[in-house]
């Protein structure tokens, strides 16, 4: 049963049937504003953050030294299980030299850990997908072509994250993070020498 009710939920978030009910967001970013969102800016030259055109739009630059993001953060009632799904795209092109990421990410309540998942580009290696949590990353996966849409889809549920990109599974594990708190949708990298823009758009989040 746990297994369909899974797969209701994904075909659910991927096709962004919209309904009113207690738990479900839906953020499509078209009012021009970013109410009920939270800016952060760690970038050493200041990120450009905005909404049009139904999507969110941070043009970062990273840091020299460290990695360094740029982005928005939603606080949610901590819950123990949901369902997120966001399509995300990035402008990698002309960054051969840098180390440039797209992400999305979920916090446990306290900050005490929390989980990443980007798209982004290694000097000439673009990939579609990273996982990184308690410290530890994934290989990069897949190869991303620049500007193509895509959707991640993060899954938690009774201990265990599943995580796809566009229908794919990338990642299914157990993990420490106990309810979640705050989602994080941001931008940046490192030994960036120009600023570059990602972009967010069809935000839905159900909480179970």
């Not at 949610?76 to 180390?99: A, C, K, R, W, Y």
């Not at 500007?147 to 995580?163: E, F, N, Q």
Request: aromatic share 10%; hydrophobic share 35%; net charge neutral.
């Amino acid at each position: 049963m746990k297994s369909i009710f899974l797969a209701i939920l994904a075909i659910s978030l991927t096709t962004h049937y919209a309904y009113a009910k207690d738990g479900y967001v839906h953020d499509s970013f078209s009012s021009g504003s970013l109410s009920g969102w939270q800016v952060f800016d760690n970038t050493s030259d200041k990120a450009n953050i905005s909404t049009e055109n139904s999507t969110l739009c941070i043009i970062a630059q990273g840091s020299s030294q460290s990695f360094a993001f740029a982005g928005v953060e939603k606080l949610i009632t901590p819950t123990t299980d949901l369902s997120l799904s966001v399509v995300m795209q990035g402008d990698f092109s002309n960054l051969s030299e840098s180390n440039s990421r797209a992400y999305v990410a979920i916090n446990n309540e306290d900050g005490s850990d929390a989980l990443q998942v980007y798209i982004g580009r290694d000097g000439n290696d673009v990939w579609t997908s990273q996982v990184c949590t308690g410290g530890t990353c994934t290989s990069p996966k897949g190869k991303y072509i620049n500007m193509s849409k895509a959707r991640v889809t993060i899954i938690k549920m009774d201990g265990t994250l599943k995580i796809s990109v566009n229908g794919t599974s990338i990642y299914s594990e157990s993990t420490s993070i106990q309810k979640v708190g705050k989602i994080t949708l941001g931008g940046g990298g490192r030994a960036n020498k120009q600023a570059f823009p990602v972009y967010f758009n069809e935000f839905s989040l159900h909480v179970m």
